[in-house]
RNA sequence: GGGCCGUUAGCUCAGUUGGCAGAGCACCUGACUUUUAAUCAGGGUGUCGCAGGUUCGAGACCUGCACGGCCUACCA
């Protein structure tokens, strides 16, 4: 109210409406003094404003707002059971029963209201006839508002429609509300706003609360399968000295009382395959890793990733293993195997096809990348088909490119695409026979990498001579943090047994059973710049 | 990092050629004893993302900035 235009300013003031700088100036100096004053007041909108009344209200009348505890005794999934039981039974002796969540609508029919109490397990209609209420119920009742946190006692009945329905005899509240909840019909589509007030965005979307419902189940189905094949959970380091595992580059933070640097972990692997070493014959660790990568839709800086470590088999066994996996979490989750994305059926069931990285390729681009065994030459053959190329790629990010662009897109299917350039895979293990290629598979489905494996490596001088190559192409790029994980070298000279190593993203795999476009859909609390 | 688009009421969105800021939901007042996007009658509650500029006049046009989205680049 006191926040006036210029406009109003000149209405309100009676004041003849100048074209000067000075009039304008005067009048910003005004609505700047305006403003300071009533910015206290305004701070609050109008609805908060009064909403804080009814709490105050609510206070001087002798009720606790924001109370401690409210035993109930059925939740609405349970109450809906129970009015289906007692229908069932032709004697129908209605029990009281005790509810507790969120009103999210609100009905008023003269002397009766509808309103919608909604919990963790779902939601149903309460009722008051407000002529059956006691005095202070009915005061309370009419200090409600949609949002707020009630405790509701009364019996179960069917409305005409149909609706099962609680009257309520008794009332309590149990959290005020103060501000409005999102449009009831439209929800809450800012996405902006969706990733930074989630809890908007579960209480308005229910498709989002099925979300991250899906993501818990998928992850609690996972450690299901791995524990009933005897699979151990472990938990590595997140901070490390040196962050090792992967290529990304690492987030650095600082130990005080040490004054030493450390990195957040950018993979499990190292440490996984350590306990390999000391012992254990299968383990698994799912965990949150830090890339300090750019953000797209299918990449965020922090994720979630299942690796898996299983002594004395090979990468044919965990594509078996993984298939199953996939399979089996889905069925279970979703109730079948098939899952759309975007506009496909995506079908996981087991067995998924099969074919080499090489065929891949030359299926879907028409170039067989053995025979051009330099960068040079590939990156000249790559030319010849119109494909930008930067020129400062090596010939395994050139390989990678064409599986970038003309093998994951056509792979909506899920596919074992198997056998990688070794040049692009330190840490796994060469084939017989095959000097160059490393017994390595990614799976895609839906066009998304879902799972990365390989027969690790163990020969620790093997090892130790692929993280110098290493260490000297990214010295090549100016990057001084890359260290050699010596105390991982270490320990496989202890000796590892021959093992087989899986790693999934839990995120992209959610992505796919829950139909989403972009990775913060299925990360309930997104990185976002922050503002102001 | 580059390109394109967006930011208007608590929420979802209109806003024409530059001419008094407007709808639905929510909210407030009233009616209504089986509603369910309840309905009916009335009420607009706003620093038009921020800061400048052009203009008699800017939500709209220009410049810069912030945040977001999509594409791209980077990224096992």
Avoid at 94 to 122: C, E, H, Q, W, Y
Avoid at 284 to 304: A, C, D, K, L, M
Avoid at 343 to 351: C, I, Q, S
Avoid at 368 to 395: C, H, Q
């Amino acid at each position: 109210m006191c926040l006036l235009s210029r406009r109003e300013l000149v209405k309100s003031l009676n004041l003849v409406p100048e074209k000067s700088r000075h009039f304008r100036a005067g009048c910003l100096a005004l609505q700047s003094f305006c403003y300071i004053l009533c910015k206290m007041a305004s701070r609050l909108d109008r609805i908060a404003q009064q909403r804080r009344q009814k709490l105050e209200r609510i206070r001087s009348r002798g009720i606790e707002p924001y109370p401690y505890v409210y035993h109930r005794s059925h939740t609405t999934k349970q109450a809906l059971a129970l009015l289906n039981k007692q229908e069932a039974k032709s004697q129908a002796k209605a029990r009281v029963v005790s509810l507790a969540g969120r009103i999210t609508a609100n009905r008023p029919m003269g002397k009766i209201s509808f309103l919608d109490l909604r919990d963790g397990a779902g939601k149903i209609q309460l009722c008051f006839y407000q002529n059956r209420l006691s005095e202070e119920t009915l005061a309370l009742f009419q200090d409600l508002d949609i949002g707020d946190i009630i405790g509701a006692s009364g019996k179960l009945f069917r409305t005409k429609s149909g609706e099962p329905t609680l009257e309520v005899e008794s009332l309590a509240l149990l959290a005020k509300s103060l501000q409005p909840l999102p449009e009831k019909w439209h929800g809450l589509a800012d996405v902006d706003k969706r990733y930074r007030q989630r809890y908007l965005d579960l209480i308005a979307n229910t498709e989002a609360m099925g979300t991250f419902r899906v993501r818990s189940q998928v992850i609690a189905a996972i450690r299901q399968f791995l524990n009933q094949r005897g699979f151990i959970e472990v938990e590595t380091p997140v901070l490390q000295a040196s962050a090792g595992g992967a290529l990304a580059n690492p987030f650095t933070t600082h130990h005080q009382a040490l004054d030493q640097d450390f990195y957040l972990r950018i993979a499990l692997e190292l440490h996984l395959k350590r306990l390999l070493v000391g012992g254990f014959d299968k383990v698994y660790e799912i965990g949150r890793i830090f890339r300090n990568e750019g953000v797209s839709t299918q990449h965020h800086p922090e994720f979630t990733m299942l690796e898996s470590y299983e002594a004395y088999v090979n990468y044919q066994d965990v594509m078996t293993m993984l298939e199953e996996m996939v399979s089996e979490v889905c069925q279970q989750v979703m109730g079948t195997t098939k899952v759309r994305f975007g506009g496909d059926t995506v079908n996981l069931k087991a067995p998924w096809k099969r074919l080499t990285l090489r065929d891949a390729v030359k299926k879907h681009s028409g170039i067989d990348f053995v025979t051009y065994p330099t960068a040079d030459g590939l990156r000249d053959r790559m030319r010849s088909l119109k494909i930008e190329v930067d020129p400062k790629k090596n010939w395994a990010k050139l390989v990678d490119e064409l599986i970038k662009s003309f093998v994951k897109p056509k792979l909506i299917q899920p596919t074992i695409i198997f056998d990688y350039p070794v040049s692009m895979s330190p840490l796994a293990k060469t084939k017989r026979d095959e000097e160059r290629v490393a017994e390595r598979f990614q799976a895609i489905a839906g066009g998304l990498e879902i799972a990365n494996a390989y027969t690790e490596l163990n020969d620790p001088i093997e090892q130790r001579k692929r993280f110098e190559e290493q260490l000297k192409e990214r010295q090549g790029a100016d990057e001084e943090r890359w260290t050699i994980d010596e105390d991982y070298l270490l320990a496989l000279e202890y000796g590892m047994p021959p093992a087989g190593g899986l790693g999934v993203g839990i995120d992209r795999l959610v992505m796919l059973l829950t139909n989403q476009a972009a990775i913060r859909e299925v990360i309930l609390f997104p990185q976002l710049r922050e503002k102001e």
